[in-house]
């Protein structure tokens, strides 16, 4: 079956970039009915979409982190990735990816990444 | 953007019914049958448990209902159980492919 699996470094100092990493395994990421999502939790608070890439590389962003906030996707390495620049200690958090349809929601999720940032 | 408004908490006993609300606005949930349902265990991924208001993926328990009448929707849990203990989160579709999760809330089953 479909599954998804973050990776990339779980600590990341002020003012630099986050960056991460979805695998997905079992399952084609170029689907057309698809796209694939980064959701993160901060410690003790509620999820927040942070964003979703089709294949082709057509992206929508939350609109409170679009500046700060690049999605890609390769293909051939059946892999999209997730930057996010600026980090502060808000951005602390659980970063899930997932696998995103506009109307049925996400699902599967990955296991999620713990990323923290500090100096 | 807000997020969707839930409940901190609810509690029941095992067997009984519990219904979890998640309000939005008309620019939301009250535009769009495209609301989805998350459980969410400490420590573990989010399941996704209702999509398009009311439509159970395959392997979730009849017990797990969803329902929207204006800007809220309803995760209604029937015969509760101790393994339903966990957070659940709503979200919704919002225009211009945008998503909106609500806060959560924690099910404690006593």
């Known amino acids: 079956q479909l599954q998804l699996q973050e990776s990339g470094p779980g600590l990341v100092k002020p003012s630099e970039t986050l960056s991460l990493t979805c695998t997905v395994s079992?399952?084609?990421?170029?689907?057309?009915?698809?796209?694939w999502g980064w959701i993160r939790q901060p410690p003790g608070k509620g999820l927040e979409w942070i964003g979703s890439i089709y294949y082709s590389g057509s992206t929508s962003y939350c609109p409170s982190l679009k500046s700060r906030v690049t999605i890609s996707v390769d293909t051939s390495k059946s892999h999209f990735s997730l930057r996010l620049s600026s980090v502060t200690a808000a951005d602390t958090a659980v970063y899930y990816c997932?696998?995103?349809?506009?109307?049925?929601?996400?699902?599967?999720w990955g296991q999620g990444t713990l990323v923290t940032v500090s100096s | 953007q807000s997020a969707l408004t839930q409940p901190p908490s609810v509690s029941g006993s095992p067997g009984q019914s519990v219904t979890i609300s998640c309000t939005g606005t008309?620019?939301?949930?009250?535009?769009?049958?495209?609301v989805s349902w998350y459980q969410k265990p400490p420590g573990t991924a989010p399941k996704l448990m209702i999509s398009?208001?009311?439509s159970r993926p395959s392997g979730v328990p009849d017990r797990f209902s969803g329902s929207k009448s204006g800007n809220t929707a309803s995760l209604t849990i029937s015969g509760l159980q101790a393994e339903d203990e966990a957070d659940y989160y709503c979200?919704?579709?919002?225009?211009?492919?945008?998503?909106?999760f609500g806060g959560g809330t924690k099910l404690t089953v006593l």
């Open positions: 008309s620019s939301d949930v009250g535009s769009y049958n495209r």
């Open positions: 079992g399952g084609s990421i170029s689907s057309s009915s698809h796209y």
């Open positions: 997932a696998r995103h349809a506009w109307v049925k929601g996400f699902d599967p």
């Open positions: 398009e208001v009311s």
């Open positions: 979200s919704s579709y919002v225009s211009s492919n945008t998503v909106l």
